[in-house]
């Protein structure tokens, strides 16, 4: 790999993984609806950054890319043929079915539920804490297009569970 790619070392490619697998893991999982699939993208897209020769400025950089590409390998997943002709019986992860998270499990079931446009959006606003500014820059969205998207799937959650939610 080249002199100055951060992935120099095993070392570093281990840092920048325990950094960011929670959150490619998500998008995967918010785009795939399944934890298999989603751990499969996880490996593969890690893989990618192995197998590249990219450097990172920062680690806003470094998560941005992990995140974009991410995002473009879920869509190319979503788009094989293999993904559309199977049928999936996977169950939430283990996480979320435990007592405490029984609300958190209805919500997240309600989002993945929802279009994918809306998903994403929702997901990296509010469980990732990205502002609608980065959004856009992620998805390569309007700002104005990412905050409808964020109102329109609020409000779309909002019915699904039954108007009692405030997500505000």
């Known amino acids: 790999m080249g002199n100055n790619s951060l992935l120099r070392t095993d070392k570093e490619f281990v840092e920048i993984y325990h950094r960011n697998v929670n959150i490619v893991y998500k998008l995967c999982y ?15 897209i890690f893989l990618k950054l192995l197998q590249s020769n990219v450097y ?27 993904k559309r002709k199977r049928v999936d019986f996977q169950t939430m992860p283990d996480i979320a079915s435990r007592d405490e998270y029984r609300e958190d499990k209805e919500i997240i079931e309600k989002l993945l539920a929802l279009p994918e446009k809306y998903r994403v959006v929702l997901h990296l606003y509010y469980i990732e804490d990205y502002p609608v500014k980065e959004i856009s820059k992620l998805l390569d969205r309007s700002e104005s297009t990412i905050r409808s998207q964020l109102q329109r ?11 009692g939610k405030n997500l505000e």
């Open 153 to 163: 799937g609020r409000e779309k959650l909002k019915i699904d569970l039954g108007g």
């Open 56 to 82: 990172f400025n920062s680690c806003e950089h470094e998560r941005a890319w992990l995140i974009t590409t991410a995002k473009n390998h879920c869509k190319d997943m979503l788009r094989s043929w293999w």
């Open 30 to 44: 918010i785009y795939l609806k399944n934890s298999v699939d989603a751990e499969d993208a996880v490996q593969s």
